[in-house]
């Protein structure tokens, strides 16, 4: 089935460190997600974006919606402890279903 | 993740033995959604229900059944479990976008 390519896998990172991760897909999405997983915890979602060029930020974290519409990276800046968790980004097909074509992940570790 | 309920949140079944995986959400989503997921694979879609009455498959509904029973309700049933079908299991819900549940840890022996 179809996947996003997301990178990095993982991420060792020392507290204070900026982080940096991006996903891409053949095809063309029209929403990009961002979420956050916590262990034994569900997906919590951290930024939507909507639309082509779009970019936002909530709190230190900024993402952005690539201008292709084929990608989308996510930025942590000054990363603390908690930021620990494995990062998702999730493309949206279009129609009526809402349907999400999830990456594979990115673990993040940050040691204080 | 407040408004989406799995139960149970963690089951131990042996292989051949049925299971009913249950989620509600009280956001009066339209759209419901049964997710496997497994060590470096992400989250795939195993069925969704667009509306209260319909079901359609996803990418990996192989093995799985599905009810929509309600608006609130929608189930995730094993009728003969495998070993493959190990896995964390969630449910999410939305207009948009799309909100989890908590999870449910199967494992089938």
């Known amino acids: 089935g179809q996947q996003l390519n997301q990178s990095p896998q993982s991420m060792f990172i020392q507290e204070g460190e900026d982080v940096s991760m991006n996903c891409t897909s053949s095809?063309?999405?029209?929403?990009w997600l961002w979420y956050k997983q916590d262990p034994g915890e569900g997906p919590v979602l951290l930024i939507a974006l909507y639309k082509a060029g779009e970019l936002t930020s909530n709190g230190r974290l900024t993402a952005q919606f690539g201008i292709t519409r084929k990608d989308s990276f996510l930025n942590i800046s000054a990363s603390i402890p908690s930021d620990v968790g494995i990062y998702f980004c999730a493309g949206r097909e279009g129609g009526a279903t809402n349907k999400l074509i999830f990456g594979t992940g990115t673990l993040l570790a940050v040691q204080p | 993740n407040a408004g989406v309920t799995q139960t149970p949140k963690f089951q131990v079944l042996k292989t051949g033995q049925s299971m009913t995986l249950q989620c509600a959400q009280d956001?009066?989503?339209?759209?419901m959604y049964w997710y496997r997921q497994d060590p470096g694979m992400g989250l795939r879609l195993i069925y969704y229900s667009a509306s209260e009455g319909t079901t359609d498959k996803g990418e990996v509904p192989n093995g799985y059944n599905v009810s929509r029973l309600n608006k609130r309700e929608f189930s995730l049933r094993l009728e003969s479990a495998a070993p493959s079908q190990t896995s964390v299991y969630f449910c999410?819900?939305?207009?948009?976008?799309?909100?989890f549940g908590d999870g449910t840890r199967l494992s089938i022996l």
């Open positions: 999410a819900s939305n207009d948009q976008p799309q909100h």
């Open positions: 956001m009066n989503h339209n759209s």
């Open positions: 095809s063309i999405f029209n929403t």
